[in-house]
């Protein structure tokens, strides 16, 4: 068992404006412990996180691969963000390297088909368009659960940049859930994107039924 | 920490901004030396990624001349030049100065080592 990240560096006022760990972010990482022998035995030379909040996750992903074996690449809108994933690769000895930056925007062009593990834990409440949008702009802390329609507006627009920075042997966590339609976004990652996706993990945690997706690329079969 | 292997990373992407729009170049850099763990099959893994003349570009305009113009063609077994690529790559930390786009000219600051690489709405494609 893999100790959670150590965050005692955040304080509650910290957590006004960045997401602080929760059942969605403990099954990410339930997820990653699941897989840890794979990863490790796997090329894992890149890790980008979108949406790092507090880094609990990428620092988490260190300590399954280890600090210098992987580059922790992390993006976040909210500048708070950035600046406690910082703060939480010091504190965990995990060398995180956060980037003030919307989804993937100013890593994709050197880093196509380069990324070993991609992770996204979206904001993936089902709320107002409108208000999704507006948490986005603002870049605090309702960016971090407002997802939209069906909680599927942010997510929408990472899921087209997939295909794109995953590398060939590449491995693509998403957290979800039921509201945002699974086999939907199965299905589409499938038909658009060539990409097989799985339930990696489940969990019901209060009124939300959690997953974690996992997607890699077909074999190619010949 | 906006790490010289983050940098070799980061192009600008601008509305419009398709062509010599890497790497950025630093202005006002103040950087801090911290060592790091010393990986050699992370830094040969990770080799074919860097575009090597904007990695010995950037480390010179913060004042490190250590890593040779070209990529020795036979470096496997060089220690001294993987100690040097661990060194540049991984140790000179940028904290705080800006990364100025060569094309558009778009100035990205850096602020507690950490690139804003966020656009204003008319730069969003």
New interface residues.
Partial sequence: MIPTPDLSHLKSADFQHVYEPAEDTFLLLDALEQDADELRNS?S??CLEVGSGSGCVSAFAGAVLG?????Y?TTD?N?YA??ST?TTGKQNGV?I??????LT???????RH?VDILLFNPPYVPTDSDEAYDAQQKADIAGAWAGGHSGMDITDILLDQVEDILSPTGRFYLVAVKQNDIQGICARMQSQHGLKGEVALQRRAGREHLYVLKFTRQPSET | ???L??H??????AKGCTTN??PLQFQDATIELRE????P??LY??LP?I?WAALVGAAHQLGDDSLPKELPEDMVDDQVFWKKLHHVL?EIHVEEGAMVCPNCKHV?PIS????????AEHEIG
């Fill in positions: 090329k030379l890149v600090p210098s074996t992987s580059l690449l809108i500048p950035c600046r910082s060398p390297e956060p980037v003030l930056a919307s925007d100013p890593l994709r062009a050197r880093l380069a | 920490m906006v790490r292997i983050t070799n990373l980061l192009a600008c992407h729009n890497f790091a763990e010393f990986n099959e992370f893994g990770f990624r575009e991984l990205y507690n080592g950490i690139p804003n690489m966020l656009l």
